[in-house]
C-alpha cells in the first residue's frame, strides 16, 4: 500500500535525504519540507530577520514572538502543517529537536499513526509514549512497518 509520509526531523539531520529515498523507492509518497511543493526551500531562522542565527542561539520572548510574525515564517508554518495534513502517517527522525516532535504530537494528536526512526543512540524522551507507533533502530524496519 503506497501511503503519504511526513519526515519530521532537523536540518542538521544528516540521515533525511537517505530516508526520504528509500521511502520513495519503497513506493511511498514523501512531503520533503526541505523542498515542499507549496514551493520555497523550507524556512530557515535566517530567512526570518537572524541573518547570523546559529543553532542554539537564545532570544527573549519578544523577539521571538516577533520573528514568528515575519511573512516567511507564517508561509513555512502553513507549509508544514499542509505537508502535516496531507500525510496518512508520520516519522519522528532522530536527531531532531523541538520542532520536529510537536509536530510529531500534532499528528498524533489527530490520529495519525507517528513512528520514531533512530538509527543511532539517542537520549531517551518518555513522551514518546503518546505516539502510536513504534520506535525503529533502521530503515529496513521502518519501511516493513509501513508495509503491514
Not at 71 to 93: E, Q, T
Not at 110 to 118: I, M, Q
Amino acid at each position: 500500500m503506497k501511503l503519504k509520509v511526513y519526515v519530521a526531523s532537523s536540518w542538521r539531520n544528516t540521515y533525511y535525504d537517505t530516508v526520504l529515498k528509500a521511502l520513495r523507492e519503497a513506493g511511498h509518497l514523501t512531503w520533503d519540507w526541505r523542498n515542499p511543493p507549496t514551493g520555497g526551500g523550507g524556512f530557515k531562522w535566517q530567512q526570518a530577520g537572524l541573518e547570523t542565527y546559529e543553532h542554539g542561539d537564545k532570544l527573549e520572548a519578544h523577539q521571538w514572538r516577533r520573528l514568528l510574525d515575519h511573512p516567511i515564517a507564517v508561509a513555512g508554518y502553513a507549509s508544514d502543517l499542509c505537508g502535516m495534513n496531507w500525510a496518512d502517517v508520520g516519522v519522528l527522525l532522530h536527531p531532531c529537536g523541538r520542532s520536529a516532535h510537536l509536530e510529531a504530537g500534532w499528528m498524533a494528536g489527530r490520529g495519525k499513526v507517528v513512528h520514531v526512526l533512530a538509527q543511532e543512540a539517542v537520549e531517551p524522551d518518555l513522551m514518546v509514549l503518546a505516539l502510536n507507533g513504534a520506535i525503529l533502530g533502521n530503515i529496513d524496519a521502518l519501511i516493513s512497518r509501513l508495509s503491514s
